[in-house]
């Protein structure tokens, strides 16, 4: 089952079954760690703003999608199922929201995917900014957990990431917002979808795969996975090899070297936003099919390229997806022992 059917089904299950026990309702005050913070809550909230994707969906997962009144930070659209009940959510920027914007819907809690937008040098605001309104804010332990951010920007992955950091963000959420069965039911969901995934594609061993994300143009260096981001926690749960060797989260490397290392399989990163040719996926595909170095690798020559959501690379509840669709196409290609 794919994640927009999850969602779908929790949206119109308002009476979620816990999977097990029933979980403990939250009792207020509230007080949870979060990225090095202590945050209390006295209720849950009833106004939030989501600045980033993942955050909202997981908003969404939870059935919370009526205490959104704001959001931003977006690669594309949301699943299928749930477009319908987005379209009312006022959409603050496509990027980073200014401050103003974000304190004008009169939020409780800001939730922030990246601690570049919120955090000591966001690009929206700082926690210290939003407290002083009396608005709360929260951040996602995908970017704080094992990552080091004080280099600014997108930051630096010094752990790998795992679907831990995901469901912590989900426990929290669930808590908050006092909705524990559904967390719970939600990651079971999750759980089970990987572990099919792996099994359908047990037999494979060592599959050379490249990640890329995008370039700034279409012939320069690529922006491609390296170690203990999304990709690399996907390749490794399916026995598969990251032909990219890099502490980096996302290295720019050339052609020639990406040539060198053969990847069997090409994962195109898909998305909306066109800040760089390379965001363009069908851009990628007339360049690895045209360039006189691109097009001798293995994988373009034997047509073993696809293309995935951005948004499966970030770490989220989509990387799920992402399992699933590299495992699949995996088997596909007859790339199987």
């Known amino acids: 089952m794919k994640i927009c059917a999850i969602l779908a089904a929790l949206l119109l299950s308002p009476f979620l079954k816990p999977v097990a026990a029933q979980a403990e309702p939250t009792v207020y005050p509230l007080s949870i760690g979060n990225c090095g913070r202590t945050l209390v809550f006295e209720e849950p909230p009833e106004k939030v703003v989501s600045l980033g994707q993942a955050v909202h969906e997981i908003l969404f997962a939870l059935d919370l ?30 990027e980073a ?61 010094v752990e790998p990431f795992t679907m831990d950091q995901v469901y912590h963000a989900i426990t929290d959420l669930a808590a908050i917002f006092d909705v524990q069965d559904r967390g719970e039911a939600l990651i079971a969901g999750l759980k089970a979808r990987e572990a099919a995934a792996i099994a359908h594609a047990a037999e494979a061993k060592d599959v050379p795969v490249l990640f890329w994300f995008t370039s700034p143009e279409i012939d320069m260096d690529a922006s491609v996975a390296g170690s203990n981001g999304a990709p690399a926690y996907m390749l490794s749960s399916l026995n598969a090899r990251n032909v990219i060797r890099s502490d980096d989260e996302w290295p720019w490397v050339s052609w020639e070297s990406i040539a ?44 073993h390229y696809f293309v995935m959501r951005a948004e499966a690379m970030n770490p989220s509840m989509r990387t799920i997806d992402g399992i699933e669709e590299l495992a699949e196409k995996i088997v596909a290609f007859g790339l199987i022992q």
Not at 111 to 138: C, K, M, Y
Request: overall charge negative.
């Open 65 to 94: 999608g009526d205490r959104i009144a704001g959001t931003a930070v977006w690669l594309g659209p949301l699943p299928e199922a749930l477009q319908a009940a987005n379209a009312g959510i006022p959409r603050l920027a496509d």
């Open 260 to 303: 060198r290392s053969g990847p069997a399989v090409i994962v195109l990163a898909g998305m909306d936003r066109r800040f760089n040719q390379g965001d363009d996926p069908a851009s990628k595909i007339a360049f690895l099919t045209s360039d006189a170095v691109a097009s001798q690798i293995p994988a373009v020559q034997a047509g």
């Open 97 to 157: 929201p200014s401050f103003e914007s974000v304190v004008s819907v009169k939020p409780s809690l800001v939730l922030t995917e990246f601690e570049w937008h919120v955090g000591p040098q966001g690009a929206v605001g700082t926690p210290e900014q939003f407290a002083d309104l009396g608005i709360q804010t929260w951040q996602a332990p995908m970017d704080c957990t094992g990552k080091d951010n004080s280099s600014g920007g997108n930051g630096q992955r």
